[in-house]
Protein backbone atom coordinates (compact mmCIF):
# COMPACT_ATOMS: atom_id res chain seq x y z
CA UNK A 1 0.00 0.00 0.00
CA UNK A 2 1.20 3.55 -0.78
CA UNK A 3 0.39 5.93 1.73
CA UNK A 4 3.71 8.44 1.93
CA UNK A 5 5.95 9.76 -0.61
CA UNK A 6 8.51 12.76 -1.22
CA UNK A 7 8.14 14.53 -4.14
CA UNK A 8 10.90 16.99 -5.07
CA UNK A 9 9.45 20.47 -6.48
CA UNK A 10 12.39 23.08 -7.81
CA UNK A 11 14.85 20.77 -5.85
CA UNK A 12 13.88 20.45 -2.61
CA UNK A 13 11.76 17.24 -1.26
CA UNK A 14 8.22 17.71 -0.03
CA UNK A 15 6.76 14.71 2.03
CA UNK A 16 3.02 14.33 0.58
CA UNK A 17 0.52 12.06 1.89
CA UNK A 18 -2.68 11.86 2.06
CA UNK A 19 -4.75 13.20 5.27
CA UNK A 20 -7.69 14.34 6.65
CA UNK A 21 -6.28 17.49 6.96
CA UNK A 22 -5.69 17.74 3.11
CA UNK A 23 -8.90 16.48 2.63
CA UNK A 24 -10.78 19.56 4.27
CA UNK A 25 -8.38 21.88 3.22
CA UNK A 26 -9.53 20.73 -0.55
CA UNK A 27 -12.57 21.11 0.22
CA UNK A 28 -12.98 24.65 2.03
CA UNK A 29 -11.02 26.19 -1.40
CA UNK A 30 -13.14 23.94 -3.75
CA UNK A 31 -16.14 23.96 -1.89
CA UNK A 32 -16.93 20.35 -2.79
CA UNK A 33 -15.70 16.90 -2.02
CA UNK A 34 -12.52 15.18 -3.20
CA UNK A 35 -14.93 12.33 -4.48
CA UNK A 36 -16.77 14.94 -6.90
CA UNK A 37 -13.26 15.92 -8.42
CA UNK A 38 -13.50 16.70 -12.33
CA UNK A 39 -10.54 15.40 -13.76
CA UNK A 40 -9.80 18.94 -14.13
CA UNK A 41 -6.15 20.73 -13.88
CA UNK A 42 -7.52 22.78 -11.53
CA UNK A 43 -8.88 20.30 -9.21
CA UNK A 44 -5.74 18.04 -9.59
CA UNK A 45 -3.30 21.01 -8.85
CA UNK A 46 -5.55 22.36 -5.72
CA UNK A 47 -5.44 18.95 -4.57
CA UNK A 48 -1.41 18.92 -5.24
CA UNK A 49 -1.30 21.92 -2.99
CA UNK A 50 -2.87 21.02 0.31
CA UNK A 51 -1.45 17.89 0.41
CA UNK A 52 1.97 19.65 0.47
CA UNK A 53 0.79 21.87 2.54
CA UNK A 54 -0.67 20.10 4.91
CA UNK A 55 2.04 17.19 5.45
CA UNK A 56 5.03 20.11 5.65
CA UNK A 57 4.55 22.64 8.18
CA UNK A 58 7.82 24.85 7.08
CA UNK A 59 5.69 25.42 3.66
CA UNK A 60 3.97 28.61 3.99
CA UNK A 61 3.44 29.50 -0.23
CA UNK A 62 0.18 30.57 -0.97
CA UNK A 63 -1.47 28.96 -4.00
CA UNK A 64 0.03 30.95 -6.63
CA UNK A 65 3.48 30.96 -5.20
CA UNK A 66 2.97 27.11 -5.56
CA UNK A 67 1.50 27.47 -8.92
CA UNK A 68 4.89 29.54 -9.95
CA UNK A 69 6.95 26.34 -8.13
CA UNK A 70 4.79 23.87 -10.46
CA UNK A 71 5.30 26.03 -13.56
CA UNK A 72 9.16 26.09 -13.36
CA UNK A 73 9.59 21.95 -12.40
CA UNK A 74 6.14 20.58 -13.98
CA UNK A 75 7.57 16.84 -13.80
CA UNK A 76 6.58 16.70 -9.85
CA UNK A 77 3.25 17.39 -11.57
CA UNK A 78 3.39 13.96 -13.30
CA UNK A 79 4.79 12.71 -10.10
CA UNK A 80 1.72 13.37 -8.03
CA UNK A 81 -0.32 11.83 -10.31
CA UNK A 82 1.12 8.77 -10.42
CA UNK A 83 0.58 9.21 -6.66
CA UNK A 84 -3.00 9.65 -6.92
CA UNK A 85 -3.52 7.04 -9.37
CA UNK A 86 -1.52 4.29 -7.17
CA UNK A 87 -3.79 5.62 -4.28
CA UNK A 88 -6.80 4.63 -6.15
CA UNK A 89 -5.69 1.62 -7.48
CA UNK A 90 -5.07 0.69 -3.62
CA UNK A 91 -8.23 1.75 -3.02
CA UNK A 92 -10.22 -0.49 -5.40
CA UNK A 93 -8.15 -3.20 -5.04
CA UNK A 94 -9.00 -2.99 -1.08
CA UNK A 95 -12.90 -2.70 -2.16
CA UNK A 96 -12.76 -5.95 -4.40
CA UNK A 97 -10.55 -8.01 -1.50
CA UNK A 98 -13.64 -7.40 0.75
CA UNK A 99 -16.41 -8.13 -1.36
CA UNK A 100 -14.80 -11.64 -1.87
Known amino acids: MIEKAIIKIKGK ?3 IRR ?3 SLIM ?4 THKNVDKMEGSATDLLILFYCI ?3 NNKTFNKTY ?3 LDMVDADDSCVDEFTAYIVKLAENEISEVDKKKV
Open 13 to 15: NYN
Open 19 to 21: SWR
Open 26 to 29: FEEI
Open 52 to 54: VKS
Open 64 to 66: NEF
